[in-house]
């Protein structure tokens, strides 16, 4: 952009009042790229406050109920004030390999492969490789799940099984599901894959219902909330069309993500910027419930707020937050997207 633009270039980042190390990196590097190409650099810097106040804005911009990610609303805050349309980075994950189902899909299939020779702890130092970036213990509790089957694996990656479903949903809720399955639609969303290599038949399949369904669809929404258009040059057809021949191997190598992709751009980065790790564009939205959002989480999700409704299962509820906030982190994800469909429930049906 750079090279063909006359005035400078504008670059938007966003960033956090908290002390989140994670996060400061983001304002740091982004700074970094902006003083190597000397953009007109603007950051949006929040707070937990901030969420808690438009996090009903955050729904309505979907119209239904949503908890991924929500960063695009914020910062287009910001963007509106200076431009209309912006560019984005969408699509890198999804081309070239680096969600937590991606650095799965390889390790997974060698891990399966190799079954017999685990079991008998006779791996090569070479084979044990093969397994990076997952923790070999990791990949025995995911093969232990689903026996290596690549649509029970991911299907096990997902925030609640069925079973979790349907304990959290009451007897009316359930009486209108038709028998739906989620693992039957995973399933279904494996049908027809042309990839044969383990980790392009993730990428394949999360192209075709991830990325549209979540991904550009949220980027979207949140963005023309502000009345800012995204534009998003890794899906241009031809460079989707040739990422999709690149085999597996090259695009996540030795447990390093979109590692073909790093290489192709080192030249036009300032150093460290491809090393660093990966860390999505996401409010630390699971740093602030742990103390700041904790009055806000349990009055959200309360049995008077629920018995509104009488759609979810008290009880069960209950013991997801105490869970999370008696010690049980990895509760993080499912307190918030209750805590969303109460959102969206309270601004559209009470």
Request: with cysteine.
């Amino acid at each position: 952009m750079t090279r063909f633009s006359d005035k400078p270039i504008k670059t938007f980042s966003l960033g956090y009042e908290d002390e989140l190390k994670n996060k400061e990196a983001d304002l740091y590097y982004a700074r970094k790229v902006s003083e190597a190409y000397r953009t007109e650099h603007y950051e949006y810097i929040m707070s937990h406050k901030e969420l808690i106040s438009d996090i009903d804005h955050v729904i309505g911009a979907f119209d239904q109920p949503f908890s991924g990610t929500i960063s695009t609303f914020f910062l287009s805050k910001l963007i509106k004030q200076h431009v209309k349309v912006a560019l984005s980075g969408d699509g890198a994950d999804e081309l070239f390999g680096s969600y937590l189902s991606h650095r799965v899909a390889r390790p997974m299939h060698h891990y399966s492969r190799l079954y017999d020779k685990v079991k008998n702890n006779s791996l090569t130092h070479e084979e044990k490789e093969l397994f990076a970036p997952c923790d070999i213990k990791f990949l025995q509790d995911l093969y232990e799940k689903s026996d290596g089957d690549e649509a029970k694996w991911r299907y096990s990656l997902y925030l609640f099984t069925d079973a979790e479903k349907s304990s959290l949903m009451s007897d009316l809720f359930k009486s209108h599901l038709n028998m739906t399955i989620s693992f039957n639609l995973v399933k279904n969303n494996f049908k027809g894959l042309t990839a044969q290599n383990a980790l392009n038949r993730i990428l394949e399949m999360e192209w075709n219902t991830q990325l549209p369904d979540q991904v550009l669809a949220f980027v979207d929404f949140l963005s023309m909330a502000h009345s800012v258009e995204i534009r998003s040059p890794f899906l241009d057809y031809r460079l989707v069309e040739f990422a999709a021949t690149i085999p597996g191997g090259m695009k996540i190598k030795n447990g390093n993500v979109k590692d073909i992709l790093k290489k192709s751009v080192e030249g036009l980065l300032p150093d460290g910027i491809t090393k660093r790790p990966k860390e999505g564009f996401v409010l630390p939205v699971f740093d602030w419930m742990v103390e700041k959002m904790k009055d806000y989480s349990k009055d959200m999700l309360s049995d008077r707020r629920l018995n509104k409704h009488g759609l979810l299962n008290t009880n069960a509820v209950e013991n997801i937050i105490e869970g999370y906030y008696s010690g049980n982190r990895n509760n993080a994800g499912k307190v918030w997207n209750l805590m969303m469909f109460q959102v969206w429930w309270e601004r559209y049906f009470e």
